[in-house]
C-alpha cells in the first residue's frame, strides 16, 4: 500500500506537483496516467525517497521510504531504463543490486530468465536496445521478490510480443497480492492493463477511480449535425432548437456541431420541424483516448467547455468554442456578420466592414492611424448589431 | 536498514566489473614507475650537471617518485570515476532506491575504491622505489635507511589519498566530466605553477597535493624544493584535512539534494 498525503514538489518557482493525496491498494493493478511532464516521475522518485518532498508525506506501509527496513526486499521499482553503468554486464548489474538485499546470485540467473535476457547476460548494457533496457529495469525491479512494484513508462520501446507480456506480468503480479503501480502516457494501454487509474495533470490530481467507472463516465456517445456550408443561419436556428430541446450543442472547428444529450431521430425530427436541411447527421463515440485528453488538458480548459450550455446562442466561433455572446434566444443575425468575431480586429483604418456599418465611428483614411485605441470599434461591432436587432 | 557489509559487498561487484577501474589503476601504476625509472636513469647520468644545493639535498627516495605527478593523474580520474559514473550513467537512482540511507551508500563506495586505490598505490610506490634505485647505481640509498620505509609507504598513501579526495569532489559536482575538468588541471598545472610563482606559493604550500607530497621525502626540502613550514607528518595531515572537507562537501550534497 503507497499512500500519499498532500505530496508537493517544487522546482525554484515552478511547480512540479501540487497537493497530490492518492493510495495505491495492493491486489490490483494500477495505472497513473499524465501527460509528459505532469508530474508522474516526480512523484515516483518521491515515493522512492530520491527527491524530498517540498511539503506533504508519501508512505510505503506506513513507513516513509528512506525508513524501510531493507528496502530492497520490499519495494523494487523501474525508473528509468537507461540507468545502468554501460559497460557492465546486465549479469554483475543485477549481482550487485542483489547483494545489497543478501540475494542469492541463483536469484539473478532467475530473473534473467523471467524477462528473457539470459542469452545477453554477460554483455555490456551498453549495446542493449531500449527494449533489453526496459527488460533489464524490470529485472532489477524483480529481483528482491518485492511486495510493492512501481514501474514509470515499463513499455516505452517494448515490442507487441514484450508489451503483452508486460502488461500480463502486472496482472500477475497484482493477483497475487501485490501493489503494482504503473505510470504511462498511453490512455489506451493502462485501460488494457489497469483496475484502477490516478490520473494527473499539471501536477494536480485529475481522477481517482476504477478503469471501468472511468470509461463509463468517459466515454459518451454523441452525434455529429452538419447544415449546408455557408448557411450560417440555418445552423444557428438549429443549434437554439436542439438547445431549447435540452441537447449540449458544442460547434467544431470545421462549423459542424457536436450534439449530446438527444438521439439521432429526435435530431432528425427538431431539424425537420425547424426547416433546417441536414448534410450529415451520424453517431459518434469519445474514446477513451479522446476522454483522457479532455480531462488533462487542465482545469481551467475544461470547465469552458462545460459552460458551453449557456452560450449556444452566440455564432459559433471555431477556434475559441465557448467565448460566445450572453445567452439570447436564437438572434437574427445577418449571415455574414458573426464572421467578424472569426478575425483578429484588422489594423487600423483598414477594417473592411467599417464604412458600411452605422455605428462604425472609426474614420477609413490614414488618419486613424495614430489615434490611440481605434481597433476597439471594430471589435464591439457585432454586439452592437445584435443590440440593434433587438 | 540496508547492511554495510552488503553495500560494501555491492560496491566492490560493482568497482571490479568495470573496464574503467582496470585501466585507470594500471595506467596509475604503469606511468608512475616508468617515469620515475625513466628520471632515474637521467639524473644518474646527469648527477654531475646538478648545482651544488641539489648535490647536498639530494634525495634518491624522492627522485623515484618523480612519476607521482603524472601518475596520480591517474588516481584522480579513477576517483572521479567511479563516483561520477553513478551520475552520469544515473545508476545513482537505482543505487539509491535500493540504498535510502546515502551516507551508508556513500561511504561504503569511498571506502571500497579507497582501499583498493591505497592498495595500487602501496604497489606502485614499492615498486617506483626498488626499480628506482636500481638504476640511481651509486646515488641509491636502501629501505633500511632512515625514513626510507616511511616515505615508501607515505608514497603509497598520498596516492590513495588523491583517488578519495576525487571521490568527495566528484559527489560534490555530480558529475564526471566537471570534476576531471576541474581536478586534472588543478594537479596538472595550477598547483604546479602557482608552487613556483612569488607570494603565491605560500598559499600552494597548503594545497593537498603540495602538503601531502612532503611525505615521500627523506631529505627534507630535497632537491632544493622550496621550505615548508610543516614536515612529513604535518604535511600529510594537512591533506587529511582536504580530503575531510571533500567528503563532508560530497555527503551533504549528496544527502540535501535530490537524486
Known sequence: ?390 | MAAVPAVLQSEWTKIRTVSSTVWTLASAVIVTVAMGAALSALLKSSFDDLSDLERATFDPTFVSFSGMVLGQLAMVVFGVLVVGTEYSSGMIRTSLAAVPQRATFLFSKIAVAGALALLVGLVTSFLSFFLGQALLGEHRTTIGADNVLRAVVGGGIYMGLIAVFSMGVAAMLRSSMLSLGILVPFFFLISQILSAVPKAKEVAKYFPDQAGSKIMQVVPDALGSEKAPYGPWGGLAIMLVWVAASLLGGYLVLKRRDA
Not at chain 1, 36 to 63: C, E, F, W, Y
Not at chain 1, 141 to 151: E, Y
Open chain 1, 1 to 390: 500500500m503507497i499512500e500519499a498525503v498532500g505530496l508537493t514538489k517544487r522546482y525554484g518557482a515552478k511547480t512540479a506537483v501540487y497537493n497530490l493525496s492518492f493510495q495505491v491498494r495492493p491486489g490490483v493493478v494500477t495505472g497513473f496516467l499524465g501527460p509528459n511532464g505532469s508530474g508522474k516521475s516526480t512523484t515516483m522518485r518521491m515515493i522512492l525517497g530520491l527527491d524530498q518532498p517540498t511539503a506533504g508525506r508519501v508512505t510505503i506501509g506506513g513507513h516513509p521510504f528512506r525508513q524501510l527496513p531493507n528496502a530492497p526486499r520490499q519495494v523494487g521499482a523501474l525508473l528509468d531504463a537507461k540507468a545502468v553503468h554501460g559497460g557492465r554486464s546486465a549479469r554483475n548489474h543485477l549481482l550487485s543490486l542483489a547483494q545489497l538485499a543478501g540475494i542469492p546470485a541463483r536469484r539473478v540467473d532467475e530473473v534473467l530468465g523471467v524477462v528473457g535476457l539470459q542469452d545477453v547476460a554477460r554483455r555490456r548494457s551498453k549495446g542493449f536496445s531500449l527494449g533489453m533496457g526496459q527488460r533489464l529495469g524490470i529485472a532489477a525491479a524483480l529481483l528482491g521478490d518485492p511486495q510493492v512494484l512501481l514501474f514509470d513508462e515499463p513499455v516505452n520501446g517494448l515490442d507487441p510480443e514484450g508489451i503483452l507480456w508486460v502488461r500480463n506480468l502486472m496482472k500477475k503480479l497484482a493477483s497475487e497480492g501485490r501493489t503494482v503501480f504503473v505510470s504511462s502516457h498511453l490512455m489506451s494501454e493502462m485501460a488494457l492493463t489497469a483496475d484502477h487509474l490516478i490520473v494527473i495533470g499539471r501536477g494536480q490530481l485529475l481522477s481517482d477511480m476504477p478503469v471501468k467507472q472511468f470509461i463509463s463516465a468517459n466515454s459518451a456517445d454523441f452525434a455529429r449535425v452538419r447544415t449546408p456550408e455557408g448557411e450560417a443561419a440555418q445552423r444557428d436556428k438549429l443549434s437554439g432548437v436542439l438547445v431549447e430541446a435540452g441537447g449540449q450543442v458544442l460547434p467544431e472547428p470545421d462549423g459542424a456541431l457536436r450534439v449530446t444529450g438527444l438521439p439521432l431521430p429526435r435530431i432528425s425530427d427538431l431539424a425537420h420541424g425547424a426547416d433546417v436541411r441536414l448534410w450529415e447527421l451520424s453517431p459518434h463515440q469519445a474514446s477513451l483516448e479522446e476522454a483522457y485528453m479532455r480531462l488533462t488538458q487542465g482545469a481551467v480548459d475544461y470547465r469552458s467547455t462545460d459552460d458551453k450550455l449557456a452560450h449556444l446562442q452566440a455564432p459559433p466561433q471555431p477556434g475559441q468554442p465557448g467565448y460566445g455572446l450572453p445567452p439570447q434566444p436564437q438572434p437574427p443575425l445577418p449571415a455574414d456578420v458573426p464572421q467578424q468575431g472569426w478575425y483578429a480586429p484588422p489594423p487600423p483604418g483598414e477594417n473592411p466592414y467599417a464604412a458600411p456599418q452605422p455605428p462604425a465611428p472609426a474614420p477609413q483614411p490614414p488618419a486613424a492611424a495614430p489615434q490611440p485605441s481605434p481597433p476597439r470599434p471594430s471589435i464591439q461591432k457585432p454586439s452592437d448589431t445584435t443590440e440593434d436587432a433587438r
